[in-house]
């Protein structure tokens, strides 16, 4: 753990700050998440470190709820597309034939329809609660994790070793848990940072175009939305959540290139 | 004997139009056999039953699924995309004009973007490691971590508001001269731009640096060509094909990214038109609207499956 | 030496940079101060094992790194000019040139997406050596020389619309047509079959004398730059270890080293007769794999007796490899059946019961790919006794103990992972885990073919230890007939999917021969001067008396 490099420290601090913030957010926020408690777009001051919004709710409150919502969802969403693709794929991978095809050819088919085109197809007829913003997200999402575990996997069961496994006799689970999963499992990881990221875009991006997590519940997409038009008037409301979502987003994107690399060089090892 | 090419392609071909149909069937699923009741939800809690019963009968949603579903395609492919429920105006009508808008300024994003990232591209593949790289990649890493609307708003902010030039809502109509239209759209097209040029560029970069890599590279470099002659002469044309690749996986992106744009800007194209309506729960248009997206989509994956098969020697020249 | 030499290298250095897994880079030195003279029209032999840095030392005399290495020091001078000193430019009219470059991998050095002959006369014409018209007549009449079919339009083909040798014939064209001074020949024989080999071997020696060209020859086969070279240089570990005249090197090595390079594979091992019982019987065996129409296996049939080594040897495209996937059960033949200690075996891997499974193990070309990077050697060796035998706890672990001085590995290595280990080691260590299920069969695929002769060496004197010990029966799958000699007591020889030939290995490997064994056998260079020489004219004959 020494070998860390200074851009995946910088990296893994602010993660961890934003989601202590997320976990601790009612202890943490000067106010309550949905209080009128000033004027509508108050500068900030020492009582309002970030100024009040468009209906004069304290903004900080709101940035450290909405944050709370959207890493939730995102995390939750994340969570359901890993599980969902990588059991599917892998699945797939080992078990080879028509399952992989029927499958594959499936996942082929949502892929072939922009994720954020279907999500509004589907939304267009199911309520916005944040439990279907999470199926819908995580189901649609695990598409390329399917595609991810499955190429990954398809190259470890063509090893030798995973032959010499199947010629001694092992079970499939022995072969997916100790033979295969182990190594699979960085460049899975550093992908579960990138669809995090997706998954932060994505939920913001519902939220923004009003279809996501519904007022007065606060979320990051959602606070652009109901302080944009602040921005004709140069008041930088609606850009904080740009600022949260920009580090986030990058800090995890620090972590995952580092979890890659590191796995690109043991590869390198390997020979 | 008819060439393998000819072949491989009409089978690209044939398997676009089954995708499209297969998506077309998703999307008529997703609004119709979802749990979700479509009556219910345009008319609220609050409606009577003998409404529900009125607008169900209206809409078709007695009739079994796969009826409606046959009735709606063989209207699409007629051209007769339905009428809106919220306004009964005829959906192929509103969308002409908005396609219209929604590809040009697609267009305008893809002519700025498309040799702008190939260039940055190169840039960083010709000083891997060195400065520029290490700024454009850096640049990159922003650019993917922020929503497009956010970008959206910071250049509004940053461009529109604070140094004054170009406009922060994009209206454009037809008895607008191109330079007024062209005005109009600039920070949608700057947004756009920067959504797609990050990706763009990468993908590049990694698409040359693995040609780059290749054996043949070193034979060419030992034959003592120049740095350039041997990108222009021997990584260039096998670099076409991926670069194609790439350009087209991002055109598809881009298409996305309009979505959002649109609505950030309120341009009047087809991404506005469809989340206006998704929010009006009109399943109609959202199924249009769906569908063509769709298409678009598949089409552009289409045709870099086929610059692929276009572009390998050992396709083209069997033996 | 009586004339000026063409290239003289002096006190040359080469360093890398390499990236241990997480740490930070370090620069290291590969090779560490060489010294050679070349004179006109000679050829000089490098020769090593892999790390020996010989391709590294051929790249330099064209002033080339290749990803990361870098000269570091010392002088290399290119008719008489220090080709270090002047900068890129003056190394650019130097390559393609003067010196020209002949890779391993011709199929991976041609531009997939070019004729060959714009390829081939591409480097003569960008530095003006001829007219694009003298360059095209130059390119067909090395194409005759070489022995290409149709010289006249070989060169209009794309790279994948020629066979492998006849690319390497075509690398050798394309470094020959500017009418270099120097060629730096770098493995050019080694990825191509034997019988292929010998005849790009004898085309190269040809094109060097009659065109008076000067060249490095870069290889890790003894015997093959015993054929072509004037002098020899072996190296290793970057370092030179003897340096002489190729017949002083071959009769009379000074250096342990060198004489262990010329000693290789001479282990001797005799016969076993065949005795009662075959553990293993391979009976009317036809194979295809699914999705095809061509049977890669046509009615096989052979026998493997108890603690003896049955070798099946062929090129690629044989069938060999085949045949173990099948015995293995990867594979359900199409016909035939396959008895194993006197019972038949189910055709499909899954429905064998699990003292098959035990008794019959296998051994992988790729010790880096046949184990789990993410295991440790105790583990790696542990699961079979743990599986097969139910072995816990300090019993397992002394077991284990055991099979590692089997294996002449000490029980030191038993949390190492197979990162840390070298080449031979792993491959000992795949040995040891087929020996913990106590097998009375080990299928053994070409599990010296990744290795330098003396670690195979080493390898083959363990299997033959082993067998002693444990009497293990071995199929034994290598393209390389050296190793049939040395460990074999039956063998059968495969082609197109058939065996050719059958029998004990004195009976197989003495006269008469069919045509593909005479072939074969002929085409397996040994260590003598001017056995090239005599092969080739031997042939000649041959076909002139036909």
């Known amino acids: 753990m020494k070998n860390i490099p200074i851009s995946a420290m910088i990296g893994l601090a602010f993660t961890a700050v934003y989601f202590l913030m997320a976990i601790f957010a009612p202890l943490i926020a000067p106010y309550g998440m949905a209080e009128v408690v000033g004027d509508v777009w108050e500068p900030s001051s020492s009582q309002f470190l970030l100024g009040t919004d468009s209906i004069g709710r304290d903004l900080l409150s709101r940035m450290i709820y909405g944050g709370r919502t959207t890493i939730f969802i995102a995390t939750m969403a994340t969570v359901l597309s890993f599980v969902t693709g990588s059991v599917l794929g892998f699945f797939a991978a080992v078990s080879g034939g028509w399952i992989d095809q029927a499958l594959s050819r499936f996942v082929d088919l949502i892929m072939s329809i922009p994720s954020l085109i279907f999500a509004l197809v589907v939304l267009s007829v199911m309520p916005t609660t944040v439990t279907m913003l999470i199926l819908l997200m995580g189901l649609l999402d695990s598409t390329r994790v399917y595609r991810l575990a499955r190429a990954v996997a398809v190259d470890i069961t063509v090893m030798d070793y995973v032959e010499a496994a199947r010629l001694r006799g092992e079970k499939i689970g022995w072969i997916i848990f100790r033979e295969t999963l182990p190594n699979a499992l960085s460049p899975l990881v550093a992908e579960m940072g990138l669809r995090f990221i997706f998954m932060v875009l994505f939920v913001s991006t519902l939220s923004f175009l009003g279809l996501g997590v519904q007022p007065p519940q606060a979320d990051w997409g959602g606070i652009v939305k109901e302080n944009k038009e602040g921005i004709n008037y140069g008041i930088q409301a609606a850009l904080y959540p740009a600022y949260a979502i920009a580090t986030l987003c990058i800090s995890i994107n620090l972590v995952a290139d580092w979890i890659l690399n590191r796995t690109t060089s043991l590869k390198g090892g390997r020979g | 004997m008819v060439h393998p090419i000819v072949k491989l392609v009409t089978q690209r071909l044939a398997l676009g139009l089954l995708l499209l149909f297969a998506a077309s069937i998703l999307i008529f699923a997703g609004t119709t056999i979802l749990p979700g009741d479509v009556a219910q939800q345009i008319l609220g809690q609050s409606a009577t039953p003998e409404s529900l019963a009125n607008l169900r009968e209206e809409l078709g949603l007695n009739d079994p699924p796969l009826t409606r579903y046959f009735n709606w395609l063989g209207g699409v492919l007629q051209g007769d995309l339905g009428t809106a429920l919220t306004n009964g105006r005829d959906i192929a009508d509103s969308l002409a004009a908005r396609l219209k808008n929604t590809m040009f300024l697609a267009f305008w994003a893809a002519v700025i973007a498309v040799p702008l990232a190939i260039l940055l591209g190169l840039l960083a593949v010709r000083f891997k490691d060195r400065w520029p790289d290490k700024l454009i990649s850096g640049v990159t890493l922003a650019t993917i971590s922020i929503p497009e609307f956010m970008i959206g708003y910071v250049l509004i902010y940053w461009v529109a508001i604070r140094m004054g030039v170009f406009s922060s809502v994009a209206i454009v109509n037809d008895s607008m001269s191109l330079g007024a239209k062209l005005n109009a759209i600039a920070i949608p097209v700057m947004v756009l731009t920067l959504v797609v040029l990050a990706h763009m560029m990468r993908m590049t970069r990694a698409a040359i640096l693995n040609v780059m890599q290749s054996a043949y590279i070193e034979t060419a470099e030992l034959k003592g060509l120049r740095a350039l002659t041997v990108i222009r002469k021997h990584a260039f044309p096998n670099a076409i094909a991926p670069i194609v690749n790439v350009v087209m996986l991002n055109l598809a992106y881009l298409v996305v990214g309009v979505v959002v744009v649109e609505v950030v800007f309120a341009y009047p194209g087809m991404g506005q038109y469809l989340v206006d309506h998704v929010s009006k729960r009109d399943v109609p248009v959202v199924q249009a609207c769906g569908l063509i997206f769709a298409a678009v989509y598949i089409g552009l994956n289409l045709v870099a499956d086929i610059v692929s098969i276009l572009a390998n020697p050992r396709l083209r020249h069997p033996k | ?546």
């Open chain 3, 1 to 546: 030496m009586t004339d000026a030499p063409l290239v003289k290298v002096r006190n040359l250095k080469i360093g890398a940079t390499v990236y241990p897994p997480g740490e930070r880079p370090q620069e290291i030195e590969i090779v560490h101060g060489v010294d050679f003279d070349l004179a006109p029209g000679k050829v000089l032999g490098l020769i090593g094992e892999s790390g020996a840095g010989k391709s590294t030392i051929g790249l330099a005399a064209m002033g080339y790194g290749r990803g990361g290495v870098e000269i570091t020091g010392g002088e290399v001078f290119v008719n008489g000019r220090d080709i270090l000193k002047g900068g890129l430019r003056r190394l650019r009219a130097l390559r393609g040139a003067e010196v020209t470059y002949v890779a391993q991998s011709a199929a991976a050095s041609f531009n997939p997406a070019k004729r060959l002959m714009e390829q081939i006369t591409e480097a003569t014409i960008h530095h003006k050596r001829a007219t694009r018209a003298e360059a095209e007549a130059r390119a067909i009449a090395l194409f005759e020389k070489l022995g290409l079919p149709d010289p006249q339009n070989f060169g209009q083909r794309y790279p994948h619309q020629v066979s492998g040798g006849q690319l390497q014939r075509a690398m050798t064209a394309l470094a020959l047509c500017p009418q270099p001074d120097l060629v730096v020949f770098d493995e050019p024989t080694t990825a191509l079959d034997v019988t292929t080999q010998i005849d790009v071997l004898a085309a190269i020696k040809d094109a060097i004398r009659d065109t008076g060209v000067a060249a490095l020859y870069i290889t890790h086969d003894l015997a093959v730059v015993a054929q072509v070279s004037d002098d020899i240089m072996v190296l290793q570990q970057g370092r030179m270890v003897e340096y002489g005249h190729t017949d002083q090197i071959i009769n009379a090595p000074r250096e342990a080293y060198t004489k262990a390079l010329v000693s290789v594979r001479s282990i001797e091992h005799a016969e076993k007769a065949p005795t009662q019982e075959p553990v293993l019987s391979v009976q009317n065996i036809t194979a295809r794999y699914r999705g095809t129409d061509k049977d890669v296996l046509q009615n096989i049939n052979v026998d493997l007796h108890p603690g003896q080594t049955l070798a099946v040897v062929g090129e690629s495209g044989s069938g060999k490899s085949t045949l173990a996937r099948v015995i293995t059960g990867l594979l359900p033949p199409s016909e035939g059946q396959i008895t194993f200690d006197g019972r038949v075996l189910t055709p499909t891997l899954a429905a064998r019961p699990l003292e098959d499974l035990r008794e019959l193990q296998m051994i992988y070309q790729m010790a880096d790919t046949a184990m789990n990077p993410r295991q440790t050697v105790g583990t790696i060796i542990g699961r079979p006794l743990e599986f097969y035998f139910g072995l816990k706890g300090a019993e397992k672990q002394k077991r284990i103990k055991e099979l590692l001085d089997e294996i002449e590995m000490g029980d030191g290595f038993v949390d190492r992972y197979p990162a840390e280990l070298s080449g031979g080691q792993k491959q000992r260590v795949c040995i040891a885990r087929a020996l913990a299920a106590k097998p009375k069969l080990i299928i053994c695929d070409e599990v010296t073919s990744a290795l330098d002769p003396l670690v195979a060496d080493g390898i083959l004197k363990l299997l033959l230890d082993l067998q002693k010990i444990e009497n293990v029966a071995y199929l034994f799958i290598t393209h390389d007939l050296a190793t049939v000699r040395a460990i074999s007591d039956s063998i059968a020889v495969m082609y197109q999917g058939q065996v050719v030939r059958y029998g004990g290995k004195s009976q197989v490997l003495s006269p008469p021969f069919d045509d593909y064994t005479d072939l074969l056998l002929s085409s397996v260079p040994e260590m003598k001067l001017g056995w090239l020489e005599n092969v080739i004219a031997h042939r000649k004959m041959e076909s002139a008396g036909h």
